[in-house]
């Protein structure tokens, strides 16, 4: 009985059997087939290694820049409150700037200019003519989707190299590059160059004065002040160090009047002669000025305050401002040059709440009244005037409006 069940287990065991002894003499052949004449095994080929092609080189992309982040003892107040609505102590300046965020975050890389000096969280927080400004300001601009910030202006040196620190600190600290101003001789030194989507993008940022604050004593390289010469050979550096594209803030012109002087004229000149600049964008004057193509390059000498809220009710038109788009095209050359220029004309709305409003979108809201859109239509249409005085819808800029 023993012999019959193991005989049972081998009957029930040769299907398995005939199938190993199969794959032993397919195996023995394959050996054989890999082995040539003399006996020696032949390497088998290694199958092609797939690769992920690199994504083809950029040739075309946008910068969207805003005119002067300003902040008075009014708007702190109004940032206080949204945070206190919202459940949070400190301030919040995100509801102040929700409007632009579709069109800033769209662009390929944004740029902003951080007027005033930032304060600790706790404050003191003050005005003009010495500005101190919640923090809470950096963390907004980044929400809106800035990448960079240009911080030479004429106060810069409000608090000294104090609030240079903690402005710088505080723009590290919410991921925002920055240029204009420095902690450090070597971080003066060094080119602000931004990856865009693997194209080098150069920011360099200049301001006309210091409101007759001297600089810090033995320390010449906190912020920049403007000469012809010293931004021409900060431009060459930025090209040496890799730079495809380099844009230059200017903190300049005379304020509250929509004409640029003569000096922003001639200094716009010699500038974009130059190979090494690429565009230039300005701030300061706290009112929308012209932009001009100037040879094949585009200068925007002034694009009014992004945010402000002043006490006397702004009577020189100091709540409009643009948010241009510039698209940046690579030429036969490689080189890039601006191609294409589109203005998104903006209104600092004072009441019922401090906010940035996006005119080409509230002039035609059919949720508003009819009376309110018309205002914005009205507002618009000063803004576009003070776009065109010399000659930028003529050379194509284009208005969102």
Not at 244 to 261: C, M
Request: a negative charge.
């Amino acid at each position: 009985m023993a012999f019959a069940g193991s005989a049972r287990r081998l009957h029930s065991r040769m299907p398995e059997m005939r199938v190993k002894a199969v794959i032993a003499a397919v195996a023995v052949l394959l050996v054989a087939a890999c082995t040539d004449q003399g006996g020696e095994a032949v390497r088998p080929t290694a199958a092609p290694r797939l690769t992920t092609p690199a994504p083809a080189p950029r040739n075309q992309l946008t910068v969207v820049a805003a005119g002067d982040l300003l902040v008075h003892p009014p708007l702190t107040e109004q940032a206080a409150a949204d945070a206190r609505q919202a459940g949070r102590s400190g301030h919040d300046f995100t509801r102040v700037l929700a409007a632009v965020r579709p069109w800033v975050s769209a662009a390929d890389l944004a740029i902003c200019h951080m007027e005033t000096p930032l304060a600790e969280p706790e404050g003191p927080f003050t005005g003009w003519p010495t500005f101190s400004v919640p923090p809470a300001l950096a963390d907004a601009a980044a929400w809106a989707g800035f990448d960079t910030c240009s911080t030479a202006s004429n106060h810069s040196l409000d608090t000294g190299m104090e609030g240079i620190t903690r402005t710088l600190d505080n723009l590290d600290r919410v991921g925002l590059r920055h240029t204009g101003t420095a902690r450090s001789a070597a971080e003066a030194a060094r080119p602000n160059i931004i990856d865009v989507a693997g194209v080098k993008v150069a920011q360099l940022s200049y301001a006309l004065s210091f409101n007759d604050i001297p600089l810090p004593a033995g320390q010449p390289w906190a912020a920049n002040l403007i000469t012809r010469d010293a931004i021409l050979a900060a431009a060459h550096r930025a090209r040496a160090a890799g730079a495809e594209i380099v844009i230059l803030s200017l903190h300049w012109g005379t304020e509250y009047q929509n004409a640029p002087n003569d000096d922003q004229l001639d200094l716009a000149r010699q500038l974009l002669a130059s190979p090494d600049i690429d565009l230039i964008i300005g701030h300061h004057v706290h009112v929308v000025q012209p932009f001009e193509k100037i040879g094949r390059k585009w200068v925007a000498y002034g694009m009014g305050n992004l945010t402000t809220r002043f006490d006397d009710g702004s009577p020189e038109n100091t709540q409009d401002a643009v948010v241009p788009q510039f698209t940046f095209t690579r030429t036969a050359s490689g080189a890039w040059e601006v191609t294409d220029v589109t203005v998104l004309p903006t209104w600092m709305e004072y009441r019922p709440a401090a906010r940035v409003v996006d005119l080409a979108t509230a002039a035609r809201d059919p949720a508003l009244p009819a009376a309110q859109r018309e205002h914005y239509v009205q507002i618009e249409k000063r803004i576009n005037g003070y776009v065109g005085m010399r000659g930028a819808l003529e050379a194509g800029l284009r208005q969102l409006s």
